[in-house]
């Protein structure tokens, strides 16, 4: 007999991928090739601003690292001081993840939110690219660093060498050993290549290891100051104008993750010497000027004498570094492209002037910034505003998403009636109501209110704000149940609301949320900095799991005390008092709906929230001595929802009647809205930044959710 619930179940996930696979975004329109910078008349004469090119990325080097303390990369602020160096912010777009970025960086186009799990499988990036050009041109590139860039352009590099970029635990081979790459390039007075790529990850791996403000920090920036320094000395020495370049490809927080977008994530610093060429063009008194991190591209383009990329969103700032007729080309270029995409009256005006202006340059040169420089800031100012526009605008294809919306939504009115089809939003879950469902107790007016309270909490999914502090919702509503039930059992329920305030306690600071002081992002502590003195544990990973295997192999099997010795080196030192909550409530009377709330706060207690940034990607290289993507993956689902397993596990144990139904239909429901507020919100200014994310966290909800319940129950529901 055909399981109806399952082909339900199946069929609602049908219609989520569906979902994801149109919703997010497919590139911009394919625009024709662009055409190659050529220059005409008394023009050809003019020789290209820089020959040679050397491009470093600092992982992860924030704005605030720079900013913050001048002592750390001194070599760096008086070369800007002396304006021997130009110093610009960029904007990053999310999600800040390095695949993305260094998409952004090479081609100047804004990559699809999927590219977060596609920075895990890097594989041939076959666009048009700053580094597909440079090889159309002949050019010859070395490279050294993350191996990333490798797996993008395999074949591109005379010379490279590659660093595993997920190995987080390690911040200092890493770097040596593209440091020592460099090294041999300077042996030979950098004479064997036309550009040279260099990918440092120390500081990456030290904030994903130790955390954003460890002191670890200040060391590998000055590490990279001095690298900086050596770099541009050599080029000094050289007989032909040379460009480096040195800039963060994203930021990082102050737990020392990123992905999300927040301030500090988003801020990057690019720093640009012109070495061995003519002095920076006169600029405004401001200390930096603010641009896009796609833009980049087409000012290297200009800077270098070469075309843009096909699909390039950037704007150039080449005129702040060159005031050379090949950055007027270059921006004559840009408005051609932009001008594919939109026919805006004053870039058509900007067209007309920058042509004019060309053809007085390539016909008598005379005084180049004074007819130039107003034709530029006016062009410049109408292709950031066409840039902005085209930024914010995706393409979707609104009858699939359609489609998938009301899949999800009436699966189940193939099934039978429901007790809660008074709402089309609640159809998603209708299939779970049939005669099992009725195991879902609700006795008592606190048991319905729970019951409703859990129905309606996806109905925040709408506004952005409450969907980054919905971890505030669910321990609002625990505390709520356990101080409503303390009534039954007030010694028992007091000790489990002291534990469930202690375990929110080890990981306030790593959300965006307020503190007693001040905001979340602040170092300052509050209260909970009592409790978690208590908890905190000692021992490191290795000692954990020989200790944990020794005490628990005379009760248990080899097999079993390896596996949980395992699990205690992998999760978080926030699980103790998860552990101790689960242990403690295992002794009070069963409830559905405690179960259930301690099921969805877990989630959160460990420093989870909906932004990518909180993942803890290094739990995922425990035990390891090399790359292992499966292993890497396991472990870091693994402390993910260590929380959210355990109180399944103890549910299962103690038999809590409706348990897995409830979870199910939750988890359901809150999929089927989330899609509906993505659907409605796609054109919203947090659309990538906060109800994207949600989604995808809502997808590994539901997936993980239904997998664990069939295989520790046998069947999804029980």
Not at 358 to 366: M, N, R
């Amino acid at each position: 007999m055909v399981d109806t619930r399952a082909v339900a179940l199946a069929a609602f996930a049908v219609s989520t991928v569906l979902f994801a696979v149109v919703f997010f975004p497919v590139p911009p329109s394919e625009i024709s090739r662009a055409e190659k910078l050529e220059l005409h008349g008394a023009c050809r004469e003019a020789p290209r601003p820089f020959e040679k090119l050397v491009l470093m990325v600092i992982d992860a080097w924030s704005w605030n690292f720079l900013e913050a303390a001048r002592s750390d990369m001194p070599f760096v602020w008086k070369a800007i001081d002396a304006r021997e160096a130009i110093l610009f912010v960029a904007n990053v777009q999310t999600p800040t993840v390095t695949l993305p970025r260094i998409k952004a960086i090479v081609s100047g186009t804004i990559s699809s939110f999927v590219d977060v799990v596609f920075n895990f499988f890097s594989s041939d990036y076959k666009s048009d690219s700053l580094i597909s050009i440079l090889n159309e041109s002949s050019s010859r590139m070395v490279f050294y660093g993350d191996d990333t860039w490798l797996k993008m352009f395999p074949t591109a590099f005379l010379r490279s060498s590659g660093v595993h970029s997920f190995f987080v635990r390690d911040f200092t081979e890493v770097d040596d050993n593209v440091t020592r790459g460099l090294d041999s390039e300077i042996a030979s007075n950098f004479r064997d290549f036309d550009a040279l790529f260099l990918h440092y990850l120390g500081l990456d791996h030290i904030g994903h290891s130790l955390g954003g403000k460890d002191p670890q920090i200040p060391v590998k920036l000055r590490e990279m100051d001095v690298i900086v320094e050596k770099i541009h000395m050599n080029l000094g020495k050289l007989n032909h104008s040379s460009l480096l370049v040195v800039l963060g490809d994203h930021g990082m927080t102050e737990a020392g993750g990123h992905g999300g977008s927040s301030k500090s994530e988003v801020s990057v610093p690019i720093v640009i010497f012109p070495v061995n060429g003519a002095p920076l063009p006169a600029t405004s008194e401001e200390p930096f000027s603010k641009i896009q991190q796609i833009d980049l591209v087409s000012s290297l383009s200009g800077l270098l004498g070469l075309r843009i990329p096909n699909e390039n969103l950037g704007v150039s700032f080449s005129s702040q570094i060159s005031d050379s007729v090949w950055s007027l080309f270059n921006l004559r270029q840009i408005v051609n492209a932009f001008l594919r995409r939109s026919s805006s009256e004053r870039l058509l005006y900007c067209k007309s002037k920058l042509d004019t202006v060309v053809d007085q340059l390539c016909s008598a040169p005379t005084a180049h910034s004074k007819i130039v420089r107003p034709v530029v800031r006016v062009c410049q100012q109408e292709l950031r505003r066409l840039q902005a526009d085209l930024m914010s605008s995706q393409s979707f294809n609104a009858e699939l998403l359609i489609f998938s919306l009301i899949l999800s939504f009436t699966v189940s009115s193939v099934l039978q009636a429901s007790l809660l089809k008074f709402c089309f939003m609640l159809q998603a879950i209708a299939f779970y109501f049939s005669s099992k469902t009725k195991r879902i107790p609700a006795d008592t007016p606190l048991e319905v209110a729970f019951f409703f309270a859990i129905l309606l909490e996806p109905l925040i999914y709408f506004a952005s704000s409450l969907t980054e502090e919905e971890h505030d919702v669910w321990y609002f509503l625990y505390s709520s149940f356990l101080m409503l039930s303390s009534v039954h059992s007030p010694k028992s329920n007091l000790m489990l609301l002291v534990l469930h305030r202690i375990s929110r306690g080890f990981t306030e600071g790593r959300r965006r949320r307020w503190n007693l002081e001040d905001s979340g992002e602040s170092s300052f502590p509050d209260l909970s900095t009592v409790f978690t003195t208590f908890a905190t544990w000692h021992m490191d990973a290795v000692r954990i799991f020989t200790v944990a295997s020794l005490l628990l192999s005379r009760r248990l099997s080899v097999r079993k005390a390896l596996l949980v010795g395992w699990i205690l080196a992998v999760v978080r030192d926030e699980f103790v008092p998860l552990c101790v909550l689960n242990v403690l409530a295992s002794l009070l009377p069963k409830s559905t709906y405690g179960s259930f709330l301690a099921l969805m706060s877990s989630f959160y207690y460990l420093g989870n929230s909906n932004s990518i940034s909180t993942i803890d990607i290094s739990v995922g290289y425990t035990g390891l001595a090399s790359y292992q993507p499966v292993v890497v993956a396991v472990q870091i689902a693994l402390n993910l929802y260590s929380g959210p397993l355990i109180v399944t596990l103890l549910a299962k144990s103690l038999e809590i009647e409706g348990f897995g139904d409830l979870v199910v239909m939750s988890r359901v429901l809150s999929l089927a809205i989330t899609m509906l507020s993505l659907f409605l919100q796609r054109h919203h200014l947090f659309v990538w930044t906060v109800f994207a994310p949600k989604f995808i966290y809502e997808i590994g909800h539901f997936f993980i959710s239904v997998i664990v319940l069939a295989l520790i129950n046998g069947n999804v529901v029980r």
